[in-house]
């Protein structure tokens, strides 16, 4: 079977450009939108994550306001920042990029970022809104990946979308949206208590792995033709590479790609359409 690489990296262009011209838009009303961006400890992957959004911004003409913050700064400092953004009218959205160091609580601080500007989609009102089928935005990665399959094409109606990991920033949203009237897909969720967790894998015309552990999904737990959707961002050694690390996504990519109708790429995939969808709640935050 021929496979398509669902390319992140395309798409994220495109949209991109479409980005570029709602900013002017929103110049020209007179609006400069801004992202408010929180990093809190010096946890390597959170400082690339928070710096590729800091650059998306950048390039689309997005004021981006960066706040470090060490990792033993108290609750009530962050609580602080995370007011002083709320109550900031030059501010549209607020991102706390997570995980936080142990010791905060990152409940209580989603739940302190003002709703309408939570672009994360991470505050409870929100989420709550998008269970009841009336999102004010979409969460990040969830937006990311129906977006990816919307413009490749790719039909969730009347398909079985099997997703794999039951965290609240990826596989409880995505579930929710893709079972959304307008996707119509029928959603299986599973995670690590789930027994024989390839009887449900094998049945998914689309396979959303969002696990967290290298390579976990292997060529046997896949259908013939599936869509298979990686959301894996994990860092593996690799005595080839330049820094002796790579990324690598929760499928084995090698074994699985050649079973696919089509695959996300890692890295190049669904992690570019989590920035875009950002930068479009951003957007959505500063016009509302
Ligand atoms: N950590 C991993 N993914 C995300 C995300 O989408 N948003 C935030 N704030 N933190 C994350």
Redesign the pocket.
């Known amino acids: 079977m021929s496979v398509k690489i669902l390319s992140g990296k395309e798409l994220a262009t495109a949209i991109e450009a479409e980005q570029t011209a709602l900013v002017a838009r929103l110049k020209a009303r007179g609006i400069e939108p801004a992202l408010a961006v929180i990093l809190v400890g010096e946890d390597p992957g959170?400082q690339v994550?928070v710096g590729n959004k800091i650059k998306t911004c950048g390039r689309l003409g997005i004021r981006s306001v960066d706040h470090r913050l060490p990792a033993s700064a108290s609750q009530a400092e962050l609580e602080a920042l995370v007011e002083r953004l709320n109550n900031d009218p030059t501010i549209h959205g607020i991102?706390?990029?997570?995980?936080l160091p142990k010791g905060l609580d990152e409940s209580r601080i989603l739940r302190l970022i003002r709703p309408d500007k939570d672009v994360?989609c991470?505050h409870p009102e929100n989420v709550g809104l998008l269970a009841a089928g009336s999102p004010r935005f979409l969460p990040?990665?969830p937006a990311g990946i129906v977006e990816m399959l919307r413009r490749n094409h790719i039909a969730t109606a009347g398909k079985h979308a099997v997703v794999v990991g039951r965290s609240n920033?990826v596989g409880r949203p995505v579930s929710i949206l893709l079972s959304q009237k307008g996707l119509d897909a029928t959603v299986t969720v599973c995670h690590s208590r789930t027994p024989d967790l390839a009887a449900h894998t094998l049945r998914a015309d689309i396979l959303v792995a969002a696990i967290g552990q290298p390579r976990f999904i292997t060529a046997n737990m896949v259908k013939d033709g599936a869509v298979v959707i990686d959301v894996g961002m994990n860092r593996v050694a690799d005595p080839t590479a330049p820094k002796g690390t790579r990324l690598a996504g929760d499928v084995d990519y090698d074994q699985v790609a050649p079973k696919c109708s089509a695959i996300t790429p890692v890295p190049g995939g669904v992690g570019l359409m989590?920035i875009a969808m950002?930068m479009a709640n951003t957007l959505r935050a500063a016009g509302q």
Do not use: R, V
């Open positions: 959170s994550y991102l706390c990029q997570l995980p994360d991470f990040c990665t920033i989590t950002l």
